[in-house]
């Protein structure tokens, strides 16, 4: 979806390095999210906001933190990275104004830790 | 809690055939259940939904679902499969909690051969 934007596309960095990666939108939803996608493990949620002010953490967010720096704008970093973080990182958004709208997807970031 | 389960990590179908992608939910309340495809290097892609209503949902790309409250089942289907259907297929089941958190299955993959 070309209206969720997800930069770098793919980052290959050390262990112990800090990491960002970022997302925009601009379909104005107010609310979104950071998965992580493993072979065999789906989607796993590690972060999502509500809007600028609410920031809540999913089901495996050790290990990471997200700032909502805007309504478009939501980044997911490693402090530190480490081996077991190697995924491919989505972003999502979703409007609130009508129930049970789908979620719309970034194309990913390839991340690969050595 | 809320979870979907994907039994098959492929199915193989030749072009024309029918097709059927497994899913099986298990819920507290409703079921609010998705369809997603991601094709390489993209990201996921929404196809269809069931909230309420007719068990037949159709969505894009000629697919449709069919959900089974009995059996516990949101099977995605298309009635004659193309080559380019080629991708990996998600179900998702809607979390609770009222916040449009999914919850996805592990995936499946499909192939279809020429």
């Known amino acids: 979806d070309a209206d969720v934007t997800q930069t770098p596309r793919n980052r290959i960095t050390k262990t112990g390095k800090r990491i960002m990666l970022e997302c925009s939108q601009t379909k104005g939803h107010d609310r979104m999210y950071w998965y992580r996608q493993d072979p065999g493990l789906g989607l796993r949620l590690i972060y999502y906001?509500?809007?600028?002010?609410?920031?809540n953490k999913g089901e495996i967010s050790d290990g990471y933190s997200v700032s909502r720096q805007a309504q478009a704008k939501f980044s997911l970093s490693l402090e530190s990275a480490i081996p077991n973080q190697t995924a491919l990182y989505f972003c999502?958004?979703?409007?609130?104004?009508?129930?049970?709208?789908?979620?719309?997807f970034g194309d990913g970031t390839r991340l690969s830790i050595l | 809690a809320q979870s979907v389960a994907q039994p098959e990590d492929q199915v193989n179908v030749a072009e024309g055939n029918p097709l059927t992608v497994k899913c099986t939910y298990s819920?507290?309340?409703?079921?609010?259940l998705f369809w997603y495809v991601q094709y390489p290097n993209r990201g996921l892609q929404f196809l269809l939904k069931y909230i309420t209503g007719d068990n037949l949902v159709k969505g894009s790309y000629g697919f449709e679902a069919e959900f089974n409250k009995s059996q516990t089942s949101f099977h995605l289907k298309k009635p004659s499969a193309l080559v380019s259907d080629s991708a990996l297929y998600f179900c998702?089941?809607?979390?609770?909690?009222?916040?449009?958190?999914?919850?996805f299955g592990t995936g499946t993959r499909l192939l279809v051969s020429p």
């Open positions: 906001s509500f809007d600028v002010k609410d920031i």
């Open positions: 999502a958004t979703s409007d609130p104004g009508v129930s049970n709208q789908p979620q719309h």
């Open positions: 998702a089941v809607r979390d609770i909690g009222g916040f449009q958190k999914l919850v």
């Open positions: 819920v507290s309340g409703n079921p609010y």
